[in-house]
T-cell receptor, first 112, second 117 residues
Framework: GENVEQHPSTLSVQEGDSAVIKCTYS??????FPWYKQELGKRPQLIID?????GEKKDQRIAVTLNKTAKHFSLHITETQPEDSAVYFC???????????FGTGTRLTVIP | GAVVSQHPSWVICKSGTSVKIECRSL??????MFWYRQFPKQSLMLMAT?????????EQGVEKDKFLINHASLTLSTLTVTSAHPEDSSFYIC?????????????FGPGTRLTVT
């Protein structure tokens, strides 16, 4: 099955700086890569996603890049704000049933 | 739109008893629902995938006789933890997808915290 690795496990940045979280996946058939933000005790919220036919996608301060050859994708958050503090999960979805396999999560702390 | 609810939000049960968790799609028809469990400070682990009207597909290592999943309608899936033990204590989250709208995106419920004493 699909195996998703995520780094770093924790990340602290100063407010206004950028944050980058990286993930790798193992199944070359994976074709959908969402990123979720989860606050303590709450449901994961989709913040951005990318499909395998696109190399980069941006939504305001958030961007995701995908390198299919290397099988890795990254989340970029610019101009970070304290409310960006949360746990972020990447995920990959192989074709077919389109199940999601999650990375291990990154706890982002934005220091005011 | 695309709201998924879960009930109960938290439950405490005694070891050896069974507990049922409901997952509902409130404003769309969920052709597929997924069940995850999440231990504290850990990732979401996919337990099973269920399509309306058919048997659930369980991930490797998940006991199908212990975690009974029923997806009887397009808006409701249930997860029953049978003969619960303390090690089953976890945060259980469901998600739902409407393939007729979006083949990929999953909408998550708020989760159910199960504590087995």
């Amino acid at each position: 099955g699909e195996n998703v690795e995520q780094h770093p496990s924790t990340l602290s940045v100063q407010e206004g700086d950028s944050a980058v979280i990286k993930c790798t996946y193992s199944d070359s058939a994976s074709n959908y890569f969402p990123w979720y933000k989860q606050e303590l005790g709450k449901r994961p919220q989709l913040i951005i996603d990318i499909r395998s036919n696109v190399g980069e996608k941006k939504d305001q301060r958030i961007a995701v890049t995908l390198n299919k050859t290397a099988k890795h994708f990254s989340l970029h958050i610019t101009e970070t704000q304290p409310e960006d503090s949360a746990v972020y999960f990447c995920a990959a979805s192989p074709g077919g049933a389109n199940n999601l396999f999650f990375g291990t999560g990154t706890r982002l702390t934005v220091i005011p | 739109g695309a709201v998924v609810s879960q009930h109960p939000s938290w439950v405490i049960c005694k070891s050896g008893t069974s507990v049922k968790i409901e997952c509902r799609s409130l404003d769309f028809q969920a052709t597929t629902m997924f069940w995850y469990r999440q231990f504290p400070k850990q990732s979401l682990m996919l337990m099973a995938t269920s399509n309306e009207g058919s048997k659930a597909t369980y991930e490797q290592g998940v006991e199908k006789d212990k975690f009974l999943i029923n997806h009887a309608s397009l808006t409701l899936s249930t997860l029953t933890v049978t003969s619960a033990h303390p090690e089953d204590s976890s945060f259980y989250i469901c998600s739902a997808r409407d393939r007729t709208v979006n083949l990929y995106e999953q909408y998550f419920g708020p989760g159910t915290r199960l504590t087995v004493t």
